[in-house]
C-alpha cells in the first residue's frame, strides 16, 4: 500500500538549512549540514512536501508557518533554542501546545535526559549499572568525594555531541581534575566527573514510544590512536573526518557478542527509554568494561540520524532503509498526537 503524502515541516537551526544540492560545496561544508540535507531530501524523494525552517530565537515563526501551510507534522531536527540545548524541550513543549504533530522526543524526556546527573539518579533507582560521579556546578568549591577514585572523565552536565571532551578530559589526580572542572566551566558550564570505566564504547538505538524496538548493539572502534591515548569518544572523534580517518576511528556492528548478551543489551537500552520516558527514537550510549558489564553513560533523545551516521547505519544494518527509518519516525510523530487526543477526548 503506498503511505500518504505528507506536509513535512523541517525545524533546523538557521546556519543548517540545506541547499537543494550539493553541487558546488566542500566535503567540510557538507558535513556541517549533512543531517538536514539527508532528512529533507530523502523525505522529498519518500513522495512528501517538505519546507524547511531555520528557528533561533523565537517562536513565533514556527506558529506563523504552522498556520499558514499547516503541516501534517513537524520534523524536529533543533538541538538548541537561544543557543542553549536545554531549551530544546521548550519547542517540543510549544508543538504540543499549538497541537500539531512533531517528530522524536517529547519535553518530558528531554528534560530527564538531558541531564546526565538527572538521568543517572534515576537509573540508578532502577538498578542500571552507573559509574559513580559527582557534579560541580560553576561558582562552587572543587571538593572530589571520597568515594570518588581516579581515573576520573570530566564533562558537562548538559551539553551533548561530546562537546568540551577530550583527552585531556580523563584526569588522574586533583590537580587535574581542579583544571579541568576550571576549563569547563568558563567554555560551557556545569560539571559532572565520573568514574572512568575502562573498556569498549558501544551504542543501542531505540525506536518507538509504547512498543520499543531495539536495533543492533553498535561500537565505536579506534585502530590507531596515539601512544598513551584513552579511547573515548572526544569532540574530534566525533565530529573530524580527517581526525576520525587519521586515527582509524569508525563504527559498526559490535564484535564477538554472543546473541543472548546482545538481547541483555538491546533490553536493557529499552528499559532505560522506558525509565527516562525516551519516546520517538533515541540513543543509548554504554561502556562494556573487560567484565562484561554495559555501564549506562549517557541517553541521548533525537540523536543524530545523518545517513551515514551510526544511528541509521544500526537501523540499515536491521534490514531498516534510510527512507524507511524516516517514514517510521514520522508514524511514530503521528501515532503519538493521535495518542494524546484520545486521552484527551477521554477525560473532557
Given at each position: 500500500?503506498?503511505?500518504?503524502?505528507?506536509?513535512?515541516?523541517?525545524?533546523?537551526?538557521?546556519?543548517?538549512?540545506?541547499?537543494?544540492?550539493?553541487?558546488?560545496?566542500?566535503?567540510?561544508?557538507?558535513f556541517t549540514?549533512k543531517?538536514?540535507?539527508?532528512?529533507?531530501?530523502?523525505?522529498?524523494?519518500?513522495?512528501?512536501?517538505?519546507?524547511t525552517?531555520?528557528?533561533q530565537?523565537?517562536?513565533?515563526p514556527?506558529?506563523?508557518?504552522?498556520?499558514?501551510?499547516k503541516p501534517d507534522?513537524?520534523?524536529?531536527?533543533?538541538?538548541?533554542?537561544?543557543?542553549?540545548?536545554?531549551?530544546?524541550?521548550?519547542?517540543?513543549?510549544?508543538?504540543?501546545l499549538l497541537?500539531?504533530?512533531?517528530?522524536?522526543?517529547?519535553?518530558?524526556?528531554?528534560?530527564?535526559a538531558?541531564?546526565?546527573?538527572?538521568?543517572?539518579?534515576?537509573?540508578t533507582?532502577?538498578?542500571?549499572?552507573?559509574?559513580?560521579?559527582?557534579?560541580?556546578p560553576?561558582?562552587?568549591?572543587?571538593?572530589r568525594?571520597?568515594?570518588l577514585?581516579?581515573?576520573?572523565?570530566?564533562?558537562?552536565v548538559?551539553?551533548?555531541?561530546?562537546?568540551?571532551?577530550?583527552?585531556?578530559?580523563?584526569?588522574?589526580?586533583?590537580?587535574?581534575?581542579?583544571?579541568?572542572?576550571?576549563?569547563?566551566?568558563n567554555t560551557?558550564?556545569?560539571?559532572?566527573?565520573?568514574?572512568?570505566?575502562?573498556?569498549?564504547?558501544?551504542?543501542?538505538?531505540?525506536?518507538?514510544?509504547?512498543?520499543?524496538?531495539?536495533?543492533?548493539?553498535?561500537e565505536l572502534?579506534?585502530?590507531k590512536?596515539?601512544?598513551?591515548?584513552i579511547?573515548?569518544?572526544?569532540?574530534?572523534?566525533?565530529?573530524?573526518?580527517?581526525?576520525?580517518?587519521?586515527?582509524?576511528?569508525?563504527?559498526?556492528?559490535?564484535?564477538?557478542?554472543?546473541?543472548e548478551f546482545?538481547?541483555?543489551?538491546?533490553?536493557?537500552?529499552?528499559?532505560?527509554?522506558?525509565s527516562l520516558?525516551?519516546?520517538?527514537?533515541?540513543?543509548?550510549?554504554?561502556r562494556?568494561?573487560?567484565?562484561?558489564?554495559?555501564?549506562?553513560?549517557?541517553?541521548?533523545?533525537?540523536?543524530?540520524i545523518?545517513?551515514?551516521e551510526?544511528?541509521a547505519?544500526?537501523?540499515?544494518?536491521?534490514?531498516?532503509s534510510?527512507?524507511?527509518?524516516?517514514?517510521?519516525?514520522?508514524?511514530?510523530g503521528?501515532?503519538?498526537?493521535?495518542?494524546?487526543?484520545?486521552?484527551?477526548?477521554?477525560?473532557?
Amino acid at each position: 500500500m503506498r503511505k500518504k503524502r505528507l506536509r513535512v515541516l523541517v525545524l533546523t537551526d538557521p546556519d543548517l538549512v540545506p541547499p537543494d544540492s550539493l553541487k558546488g560545496y566542500t566535503p567540510e561544508e557538507i558535513f556541517t549540514w549533512k543531517t538536514e540535507f539527508d532528512v529533507v531530501s530523502t523525505l522529498r524523494r519518500s513522495g512528501h512536501e517538505v519546507k524547511t525552517l531555520g528557528v533561533q530565537n523565537e517562536l513565533t515563526p514556527i506558529r506563523d508557518e504552522i498556520d499558514s501551510w499547516k503541516p501534517d507534522i513537524v520534523f524536529n531536527l533543533l538541538e538548541e533554542f537561544h543557543g542553549l540545548v536545554a531549551y530544546d524541550q521548550n519547542v517540543a513543549s510549544y508543538l504540543e501546545l499549538l497541537k500539531v504533530p512533531y517528530t522524536g522526543c517529547g519535553p518530558r524526556g528531554l528534560v530527564l535526559a538531558r541531564g546526565k546527573d538527572l538521568s543517572k539518579k534515576i537509573l540508578t533507582y532502577h538498578r542500571v549499572p552507573v559509574p559513580a560521579f559527582a557534579v560541580f556546578p560553576v561558582g562552587r568549591k572543587v571538593q572530589r568525594p571520597k568515594r570518588l577514585t581516579f581515573p576520573l572523565i570530566v564533562k558537562s552536565v548538559e551539553a551533548d555531541a561530546s562537546l568540551g571532551i577530550s583527552q585531556a578530559s580523563v584526569v588522574n589526580n586533583d590537580e587535574e581534575l581542579q583544571k579541568r572542572v576550571t576549563f569547563i566551566h568558563n567554555t560551557i558550564g556545569n560539571v559532572i566527573a565520573e568514574q572512568y570505566v575502562p573498556g569498549r564504547e558501544i551504542y543501542v538505538g531505540v525506536l518507538g514510544s509504547e512498543r520499543r524496538r531495539a536495533l543492533p548493539v553498535w561500537e565505536l572502534e579506534f585502530t590507531k590512536l596515539a601512544a598513551g591515548a584513552i579511547p573515548i569518544a572526544t569532540e574530534r572523534a566525533k565530529h573530524n573526518p580527517k581526525y576520525q580517518k587519521r586515527r582509524g576511528i569508525q563504527s559498526g556492528p559490535a564484535k564477538d557478542l554472543t546473541p543472548e548478551f546482545a538481547k541483555k543489551i538491546q533490553n536493557l537500552a529499552k528499559r532505560i527509554c522506558r525509565s527516562l520516558e525516551l519516546d520517538g527514537y533515541a540513543r543509548i550510549d554504554f561502556r562494556l568494561d573487560d567484565s562484561g558489564v554495559p555501564y549506562f553513560l549517557e541517553a541521548n533523545p533525537n540523536p543524530e540520524i545523518a545517513k551515514s551516521e551510526e544511528f541509521a547505519e544500526a537501523a540499515k544494518h536491521a534490514g531498516l532503509s534510510y527512507s524507511a527509518l524516516l517514514n517510521r519516525i514520522l508514524e511514530l510523530g503521528l501515532q503519538r498526537a493521535r495518542r494524546v487526543h484520545q486521552e484527551q477526548e477521554g477525560t473532557a
